[in-house]
């Protein structure tokens, strides 16, 4: 017997057209009467990028600037993710209601989007992928592919379109 889908962890990068798989999460609730968990991970900087900042500043004004910086970014982007779910549902205030939590972190986004998948017990994930072929996938790796193969749970991996949709991030 598969289980049930109570609760859906829909994670986002806020790339042009990523939304589009918000939809999916949308529908997804909506047939298993669930609850969806909105998640973006804000990525560190890299070794090489805080290496060349390091040049310049010491260590402990890199990190009173990024805390300073990461409280305002946090909240700007939780707000950004409120704002196009009311938008996105806005005929279906009942599936608004659907919407459990929007949580915004800082971390490896594979490791993060894992941890919250279990800590909040969700039956499934759904993300995106931009699928940029072969080449850029044997250098730069992909979040969702990490993902796949580092749970036990279900995964959707949504390919995102790459012609404009009707619905995006940038008009929020």
């Known amino acids: 017997m598969i289980p049930r889908i109570k609760k859906i962890l829909y994670a986002t990068d806020l790339t042009k057209n990523s939304a589009y798989a918000f939809r999916y999460a949308v529908n ?9 968990y909105i998640l973006h ?7 090489s990028v805080e290496g060349l900042i390091g040049l310049h500043l010491d260590r402990e004004t890199i990190d009173k ?9 946090i909240r700007r982007i ?13 005929e279906d205030a009942a599936t608004m ?10 971390g490896d986004p594979t490791s993060e989007i894992l941890e919250k998948a279990d800590a909040l017990n969700c039956d499934i994930v759904i993300l995106g992928t931009h699928g940029h072929g072969l080449i850029g996938h044997a250098f730069l790796g992909s979040v969702a592919e990490k993902v ?7 995964v959707y991996i949504i390919p995102i379109p790459e012609e404009n949709m009707d619905i995006t991030f940038r008009d929020i």
């Open 28 to 36: 997804s609730a909506q047939k298993h009467d669930a609850q969806i």
């Open 41 to 47: 991970v804000i990525e560190k900087l890299s070794a």
């Open 65 to 73: 600037l990024w805390a300073g910086k990461k409280e305002e970014q």
């Open 78 to 90: 939780h707000q950004r993710l409120e704002e196009f779910a009311k938008w996105e549902l806005k």
């Open 97 to 106: 209601n659907r919407i459990a939590d929007i949580l915004v972190t800082e």
């Open 148 to 154: 796949l193969h580092r749970t036990r749970k279900p």
